[in-house]
Nanobody
């Protein structure tokens, strides 16, 4: 059974930092496209950042987090990370990690492209 489990969410003041983790089990994702999405109350789920297993492909970030967030992965630990700095109140949302299936070869920004999802972790940024 494939599981993605996020952790590291919480409440911070604006300008602060958090590091999210997504631990995978049930299969290896060393050759999968991995991504973070988020969903704020009353809004659609939106792409935050994605990372290919191919090191020649640069990580991709949404405009809203470019320069503040950093995505990374540790294949040995089957874990995905999201370092979030300079947090703003607009970053408040439930954050989800996602993994693509064998068919996914590019960093997709549409949630429907991803086969596996975590349960989400809440991030609340107060101003």
């Amino acid at each position: 059974q494939v599981q993605l489990v996020e952790s590291g969410g919480g409440s911070v003041q604006a300008g602060g930092s958090l590091r999210l983790s997504c631990a995978a089990s049930g299969r290896t994702f060393s050759r999968s496209v991995l991504a973070w999405f988020r969903q704020a109350p009353g809004k659609e789920r939106e792409f935050v950042s994605g990372l290919s297993w191919m090191t020649v492909i640069e990580p991709y970030y949404s405009d809203s987090v470019q320069g503040r967030f950093t995505i990374s992965r540790d294949n040995a630990k089957n874990t995905l990370y999201l370092q979030m700095n300079s947090l703003k109140s607009d970053d408040t949302a439930v954050y989800y990690c996602a993994a693509g299936g064998d068919h996914l070869r590019h960093i997709a920004t549409q949630s429907r492209e991803y086969n596996y999802w975590g349960q989400g972790t809440q991030v609340t940024v107060s101003s």
